[in-house]
């Protein structure tokens, strides 16, 4: 549910992450989970205007020609949020970074894994069973 969820966006979630993020999530509905990715998907949004410093890095981007498809890599120039003891931390903030010098902070497991604690499943364990309970008596699975 979390890969699905996460669908085409960036990030470097391995097999083994997706399964911690299962084991975390027991009891969540799909929609638990997608609104936990999405929530996720926000902090490095949400790090970019909490930042009162910024560092120059090196960023690779990957262009797609349109014409022809090709692919080019670059590497250029880019400003990322940094903690104030970074070396060539910059005091600022995200309003005085030019759009094209913002390299986005790369989408974390941790970011999932604070989503996923800071929201509860919207349905009880008692909530099941009073479903399965029913299906049980009055209805059939898979008929």
């Known amino acids: 549910m979390f890969e699905i969820s996460v669908g085409n966006t960036p990030c470097d979630l391995a097999p083994a992450d997706y399964r911690t993020l299962g084991q975390l999530s027991d009891g969540y509905t799909g929609s638990d989970i997608t609104i936990a990715v999405q929530d996720a998907l926000m902090q490095p949004v949400r790090k970019i205007q909490a930042a009162t410093h910024y560092k120059w890095i090196q960023a690779t981007e990957t262009e797609t020609d ?43 497991l941790k970011d999932f894994i604070k989503a996923v604690k800071s929201s509860r499943p919207t349905v009880s364990a008692e909530d099941i069973k009073k479903s399965n309970d029913w299906t049980n008596e009055f209805g059939s699975e898979g008929a």
């Open 66 to 108: 349109p014409t022809t498809g090709q692919k080019t890599t670059t590497t250029k120039k880019k400003l990322t949020p940094c903690s104030p003891g970074d070396d060539g931390a910059i005091e600022m903030t995200w309003t005085e970074v030019e759009g094209d010098q913002l390299a986005e902070p790369p989408l974390l």
